[in-house]
């Protein structure tokens, strides 16, 4: 993995939207996730796209879940929530913007589909992932597969805590059942992009960058991929044991390698 710590969120947002730029300017089909971590990023890609700089017009697009049961209008559904923070902002055509549907009466089937039309369309070049205070990605809770496909979950009491922020804080507002890419369908990408900024972050950090790969922390799977990025400020790298050999490590970055 390759650990990036930046000053601050915006410049974490930069540094994210540079490395989304690169995919966007190549007609990749990008990984995205929802929650409050990307938005600066998202609104910097906007920014440049509004300024003329950056085209998505030949980008696909494919979200990591979508909470079950919320109709595709509301407000908080994940579908709703990118056209909203992105992809109506930019030039992506809507009809190459893909959720899981939390719609249908058949959830499980739903993930299977959203699985194999991921596969079928060549994958995902490069996924933004975020990380829940308890280690996960997507909605992989503690105690996932570390190989897992696109299936159903259900969340986290800390999660559901977590969320409910953007419910009106009304913890029984917030969907407990989801649809998620699993962590060896997230693993498929060719290249992992995580963003992480803010003290509540530190520890969580911590446990998947240097702890043990395990299920217990779901992030932690990203130390087996072959091309991760972690964008962290200062807060989310407070308890990083090697932050200074990180910082040391980019600063003397052979030439021409990624990482
Ligand atoms: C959202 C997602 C989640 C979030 C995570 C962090 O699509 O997959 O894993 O990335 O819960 O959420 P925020 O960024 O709101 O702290």
């Known amino acids: 993995m390759e650990i990036v710590i930046a000053d601050t969120p915006d410049a974490v947002a930069g540094i994210a939207a540079d490395i989304l730029a ?3 300017r190549k ?5 995205l996730a929802t929650g409050s971590t990307p938005l600066k990023t998202y609104q910097e890609l906007i920014r440049r796209h509004q300024a003329g700089e950056l085209s998505f017009a030949h980008c696909h697009a494919y979200l990591l879940d979508e909470y079950v049961g919320l109709s595709r209008e509301h407000e908080q559904s994940y579908y709703r929530t990118i056209r909203t923070e992105l992809t109506d902002h930019i030039d992506i055509a809507d009809e190459n913007v893909h959720s899981p549907d939390g719609t249908t009466g058949n959830p499980m089937q739903a993930a299977r589909d959203y699985d194999a039309l991921i596969a079928a369309s060549g994958g995902v070049d490069v996924q933004v992932l975020g990380i829940g205070t308890d280690g996960h990605i997507g909605f992989n809770e503690p105690g996932s597969s570390l190989s897992s496909r696109t299936r159903l979950k259900t969340l986290h009491p800390q999660t559901v805590t977590d969320n409910a922020r953007f419910f009106g804080g009304d913890e029984d507002a917030v969907p407990f059942h989801v649809i998620t890419q699993g962590l060896g369908t997230i693993m498929e990408a060719g290249h992992l992009l995580m963003i992480v900024t803010g003290a509540a972050k530190a520890e969580a950090v911590a446990a998947f960058v ?8 779901p992030a932690s799977i990203l130390q087996f991929h072959q091309r991760a990025t ?3 400020d200062q807060d989310a790298a407070a308890q990083l044991q090697h932050s200074e050999y990180y910082r040391y490590a980019l600063d003397h970055k052979p030439e021409g390698q990624d990482f």
Do not use: M, N, S
């Open 22 to 24: 690169g995919y966007a």
């Open 210 to 217: 240097e702890g043990p790969v395990a299920a217990i922390c």
């Open 27 to 31: 007609g990749a089909t990008l990984g």
């Open 230 to 232: 972690v964008i962290v």
